[in-house]
């Protein structure tokens, strides 16, 4: 038995599910860490389909009833609420008699929340319990469908282990979906508390794990799946009759190994209307342990207010990112903060928009999509530098150096041939001519790779082979030097001075943050397990970020010790750069959208 709960509002469906599956006679886990959710998107209809009861049949290493839900849809299209009801019906009938004919407990629901046509509704197919929270009077093996739609305010559908959810916790989930300025992300933070709650509620036989997924989506198809941090599931999502690619098949492409990986989150979007704006946000400041002050500096009436890089400009502290309007918001455009002038635009306009580095301080390297074709460009005042590709189709950007020169990669010669497999590790100087690039031979037995960052004469390169991720100090002119591989576990994330930063997965799935010295190997940095490394300043400092009550904090690690920022109640936070005076740079992410920080020492 699991614990699924279902909160239906206006604008938002929200679902939660837990990931432990056990057996009863005699009592077993069998696993903690089972996808029981299936997200589903077709023209008329979006939204989860959750179970409880049957989670594997007739082995306990038999497919998974989720993967099963997953192939009944494969190939079929442009379902609606009742028509995917009605098919999980037909296909799940004969599957539960064959469990009952065969003497095993049978009691199954499936659990369809959605929209269909901008109308939120809760169906269950089910042998033993009805929407309205009803059990039915006589149980069979055969699954009946009934539907709960949304007439009188918002309402709650838990199944599974209904007992275990106390109704003043079901009621205030009701009222916060009434609320006009219930934030998404608090929404989301109760039902994953419920779920905790709920999984200590039953210690004597437990059947529900502390950890879980909680998703939500609006009407027109745009939501967020959030995990308890450390969660290594594999999310199962359906468009249109089609199965999208799953965790473990990507990482696969790209040589890694899923078992050690673990999902923080996931956010998918529809460019169809129909979907209602998040509630305004007016966030409250959470303060950390620590004397910074938080500055908000996002662009006024922008939904998405991105920072990408901190510099100095003309001897002045400089911001650069991206924004975006709340009606586009896949349209990009560059700005520039600084405190005496406040928010410039810069004179070009990209298709995406991911990376922005000052050089020099006169001027600023960005990437973009230009005419379908990603460019590195050096903006100078109105003048705009193309960097060389080589006649490659793509290039990007990850790094700049105190010499002026860039760091990243350049792939693919045709738009079929593009992609991360042909990507080639590259360097600049500040001109935009290239000055090395690493392919064949010096790829050390990698297929492919990109500059992750630069310091000093040195490249950090993240390269991989078939079955191995290399993590490669490259001594710009020379040949690299592998430092570690994906058997160390190790992911790079930059340059602290001459030692280099990186950060492994614990058994846990958290990460720790790791240091290679030149002249010892890999050792711990000395934060907690948990706090994952982003940004490194010149003087050793490092900024990242720690799940709390299911939400990244920001935080950083000098001195031997981790110090917590202020940040924004119900958002995600994290420290992504630092400058070479000490101001710390980050963002805040919630459904509306993102908020541009400042930190300084006070």
Not at 82 to 98: G, H, M, T, V, Y
Not at 423 to 452: E, M
Not at 563 to 585: A, T
Request: glycine fraction near 10%.
């Amino acid at each position: 038995m699991t614990l699924n709960v279902t909160l239906a509002t206006e604008h938002r469906i929200y679902q939660s599910s837990d990931y432990m599956i056990t057996i009863s006679n005699p009592y077993e886990v069998i696993s903690t860490s089972t996808t029981k959710v299936v997200q589903f998107q077709y023209e008329e209809a979006v939204g989860f389909i959750s179970y409880t009861g049957i989670a594997r049949w007739p082995r306990r290493d038999s497919r998974d009833t989720a993967n099963r839900v997953a192939a009944w849809l494969e190939g079929k299209t442009d379902l609606t609420l009742n028509s995917l009801a009605e098919l999980i019906q037909a296909e799940a009938n004969p599957f539960i008699r064959r469990i009952a004919a065969s003497g095993s407990s049978a009691f199954h629901t499936f659990t369809i929340a959605g929209f269909e046509n901008g109308n939120p509704a809760v169906i269950l197919v089910s042998n033993y319990e009805k929407a309205d929270g009803r059990t039915l009077p006589e149980r069979s093996s055969d699954l009946t469908i009934s539907r709960k739609d949304l007439h009188n305010g918002a309402f709650v559908v838990v199944t599974g282990q209904r007992a275990a959810v106390h109704k003043d916790r079901k009621r205030q989930l009701e009222r916060l979906g009434d609320l006009d300025n219930s934030s998404p992300g608090q929404i989301r933070e109760v039902m994953s508390r419920i779920n905790l709650l709920a999984s200590r509620s039953l210690w004597r036989n437990p059947s529900v794990s502390e950890s879980c997924s909680v998703f939500s989506i609006d009407a027109a198809g745009n939501g967020v799946h959030e995990l308890t941090p450390g969660s290594r599931i594999d999310p199962i999502a359906i468009h249109n009759g089609h199965i999208l690619p799953s965790l473990k098949e990507m990482s696969e492409l790209i040589g890694l190994d899923a078992s050690t990986l673990s999902l923080g989150g996931a956010t998918f979007a529809t460019s169809r209307p129909g979907g209602a704006p998040p509630p305004a946000c007016e966030p409250s400041i959470v303060d950390g342990n620590s004397d910074y002050t938080l500055v908000d500096i996002s662009v006024p009436g922008m939904a998405e207010s991105n920072p990408l890089t901190i510099g100095r400009q003309d001897g002045n502290l400089a911001i650069a990112g991206t924004c975006s309007p709340p009606q586009n918001r896949g349209h990009y455009q560059y700005w520039i903060w600084t405190e005496s002038a406040g928010h410039g635009f810069l004179p070009v306009e990209v298709e995406n928009a991911n990376a922005a580095f000052f050089l020099e301080e006169e001027s600023l390297i960005v990437v973009g999509t230009v005419d379908g074709k990603q460019e590195v460009l050096r903006l100078n005042g109105d003048q705009i530098l193309h960097f060389d590709k080589r006649d490659r189709f793509d290039a990007s950007c990850h790094g700049v150096n105190e010499l002026g020169q860039v760091g990243g990669s350049i792939c693919g010669t045709s738009a079929q041939d593009r992609g991360q497999g042909s990507s080639r590790p590259t360097i600049w100087d500040s001109n935009g001519q290239i000055i090395d690039i690493l392919d064949g031979d010096r790829l050390q037995g990698a297929d492919w790779g990109y500059v992750q960052a630069m310091h000093g004469t040195n490249a950090l390169v993240i390269a991989y082979a078939e079955h191995d991720v290399l993590l490669m100090n490259w001594p710009i002119g020379s040949d690299p030097e592998v430092v570690s591989h994906r058997g160390g576990r190790i992911v790079g994330v930059g340059f602290s001075g001459d030692s280099i930063i990186g950060f492994a997965n614990d058994s846990n799935g958290l990460p720790v943050a790791m240091l290679l010295s030149p002249t010892e190997a890999w050792s711990r940095l000395g934060s907690e397990p948990g706090w994952l490394p982003l940004a490194i300043a010149n003087d050793g400092s490092i900024g990242g970020r720690v799940s709390q009550s299911g939400f990244l904090t920001p935080s950083i690690f000098t001195h031997g010790e981790t110090i917590s920022l202020p940040h924004y109640r119900y958002h995600h936070s994290e420290v992504g750069h630092i400058s070479s005076s000490g101001e710390i740079l980050g963002k805040a992410t919630a459904d509306h959208g993102v908020h541009a920080l400042l930190w300084r020492d006070s």
